[in-house]
């Protein structure tokens, strides 16, 4: 396992590169793809850097991108976001990230979380733990009681507009602090144990692919609503494990409102 945890590093320090270096950059282009969803020229530049680094340090093993899809039909899986956080990027806000994950079947096996305009990255492997960019192993909290909680999603709007607007009205009513610290950071944050939920009404594969394992590696959990361990289903719950079952009942039993 550590043999396929260090690639994804060293795809990420190729990501880094690039991000880094068009962040902010004056001559930045930016389109809108059918979805309506921007995409830069880094967004590209960088998956298309991570293919062909793949291909040579894992030929035959199936990649899917956000950017250029899928390819290939392999029992292993690269799952690429070159930028998670896009619309910060395109905006010069720094809390954006590269994200890589490797799939065997359904469970991500390893995953690297990797923001370098914020000078944090993260990482895990199945079966030996999650740790930071400072080599320090990380946990998730223990706050049992939603009343106590820090609660974080991405943007309230998607509640109402894809599912579970009421189960999120309830969660605003009760936890402690509800903030929208958005994307990769707020599942991070759970990691760490610095805060206790993130919930996401509208993801992606890519999106939480390396959520998955670093969740799960500290000591926390992963679900989609419905309380699923998968990555497909267009929703997704992390928690410090101790509230997940609540949330889940929160979350899942209000689909369609």
């Known amino acids: 396992m550590s043999s396929h945890l260090d ?123 999650a740790f930071t960019d400072s080599g320090e192993r990380i946990h998730v909290s223990r706050t049992p009681r939603l009343e106590d909680a820090y609660v974080s999603c991405t943007d309230v709007r998607d509640f109402a507009t894809r599912r579970g607007e009421q189960g999120f009205r309830t969660v605003l009513e009760r936890a402690r602090v509800v903030r929208a610290f958005g994307d990769f950071w707020s599942h991070m944050l759970v990691a760490e144990g610095v805060i206790d939920v993130a919930v996401e009404a509208w993801v992606n594969p890519w999106d939480v692919a390396a959520t998955q394992v670093i969740m799960i590696e500290a000591g926390g959990r992963f679900s989609d609503f419905d309380g699923a361990v998968r990555i497909d289903s267009g929703t997704v719950i992390t928690t410090n494990g101790l509230l997940h079952d609540e949330m889940v009942t929160l979350m899942g039993s209000t689909s369609g409102s």
């Open 7 to 129: 690639v994804a590093l060293e795809l990420a320090d190729i990501a880094d590169s690039i991000t880094q270096a068009r962040f902010r950059a004056p001559d930045l282009r930016v389109d809108t793809k059918s979805d309506s969803t921007p995409v830069t020229d880094a967004d590209r530049t960088t998956e298309q850097a991570l293919r062909d680094a793949l291909q040579r340090l894992r030929p035959g093993q199936e990649i899917v991108g956000e950017e250029f899809g899928g390819e290939g039909a392999a029992e292993w899986r690269w799952i690429l976001d070159p930028i998670d956080g896009t619309v910060n990027y395109a905006n010069g806000v720094p809390v954006w990230a590269t994200l890589i994950a490797l799939m065997r079947g359904d469970r991500a096996v390893c995953g690297v979380v990797s923001a370098p305009a914020l000078g944090r990255r993260w990482w895990a492997a199945t079966g030996q733990g």
